[in-house]
């Protein structure tokens, strides 16, 4: 089956009904494809407890797996915590280590690829390239970004292949269970462009993977959740309609890892550290201070100062 960016938006449109129906029986093809070999990966956040519900409701015992990096919300621990048949991964390179011997994880994971590579590699090939971009201006570092090839701390993508992905790799080594995932293609190109060459289901890629939500948008998730009344981790706070109509969160809109500072840039006060002073000062203050993503953010110029009460 041949998959489009324009095959992509039609099912977007789809009713929350349909959805659901196709995601399922892509879940079902799944498991029965490896014969229950298969578990949820489950971060304690909305995406993943939507995923969660839709498999459990056909298969009741499937199993969720969840990574504890030390970096979540300490509600999304206690969240996690209420669910059974979930099992408890732990990554072996703490993030202080982890900050120490890659760098800091700041703008986007492709940015921070692309000025790690400019600043470590030794072939010229792939410093013009990251510098310049190929003949169409692509795979370059953005001209706003540049000035960070010369920044007095390391920059990199890799914090979530050590503290997330690689215990996902060892577990599913170790027992061979293949992975369902909470990804959506409306989060990032290089998503949509993963399910565009794959589809939901990649059965014969090298590390197979389903992401059987790949069509849904963030509004599906949170029309799911107030449907159909499922509990969801308290730091998102309640879902509400804005004045256009949309739903949205009070609380966190995201719930990655607390420090990570992909996309913060992007944001308008009060942003993610700014209601972490408020929230979750103790966290706060490791982050800005103890782990230095105070000196980066005002690198960068971002305001994680306080806001007044």
């Known amino acids: 089956m041949k998959y489009t960016k324009e095959g992509l938006k039609k099912m977007q449109s789809w009713s929350l009904k349909r959805k659901i129906q196709v995601t399922q029986t892509r879940i079902i093809e799944w498991y029965q494809h490896f014969e229950g070999k298969v578990y949820v990966s489950f971060s304690g956040g909305k995406d993943s407890t939507v995923l969660l519900d839709l498999a459990r409701r056909i298969y009741p015992d499937i199993e969720a797996v969840f990574v504890d990096t030390g970096l979540e919300y300490p509600e999304i621990r206690e969240f996690v915590k209420s669910f059974g048949n979930v099992t408890w991964l732990r990554p072996k390179t703490p993030f202080p280590e982890v900050i120490k011997q890659q760098g800091y994880p700041i703008v986007s994971k492709e940015q921070s690829q692309y000025i790690r590579e400019a600043r470590t590699t030794k072939s010229d090939k792939l410093r013009n390239l990251r510098l310049n971009g190929d003949e169409k201006g692509r795979f370059k570092i953005s001209e706003k970004w540049k000035f960070l090839i010369d920044a007095p701390f390391a920059i990199s993508e890799k914090c979530c292949d050590v503290m997330k992905k690689k215990?996902?790799?060892?577990?599913?080594?170790?027992?061979?269970?293949?992975?369902?995932?909470?990804?959506?293609?409306?989060?990032?190109?290089?998503?949509?462009?993963?399910?565009?060459?794959?589809?939901?289901?990649?059965?014969?890629?090298?590390?197979?993977?389903?992401?059987?939500?790949?069509?849904?948008?963030?509004?599906?998730?949170?029309?799911y959740l107030k449907t159909f009344n499922i509990p969801y981790c308290s730091v998102y706070g309640d879902i509400v309609e804005d004045s256009n109509g949309r739903l949205i969160t009070t609380g966190e809109n995201r719930t990655g890892c607390m420090f990570c500072m992909f996309g913060v840039h992007l944001e308008k006060n009060p942003n993610r550290f700014q209601r972490m002073a408020v929230t979750h000062p103790k966290q706060y203050d490791y982050c800005i201070n103890k782990l230095g993503c105070g000196k980066v953010l005002d690198y960068i110029g971002v305001d994680y100062s306080p806001l007044p009460k």
């Open 167 to 223: 215990p996902f790799h060892i577990y599913e080594r170790e027992t061979g269970n293949k992975p369902i995932i909470g990804v959506m293609a409306s989060e990032s190109m290089l998503r949509l462009n993963k399910w565009v060459k794959e589809g939901c289901n990649a059965f014969d890629t090298k590390k197979p993977k389903s992401a059987p939500l790949s069509f849904w948008t963030e509004q599906d998730i949170l029309l």
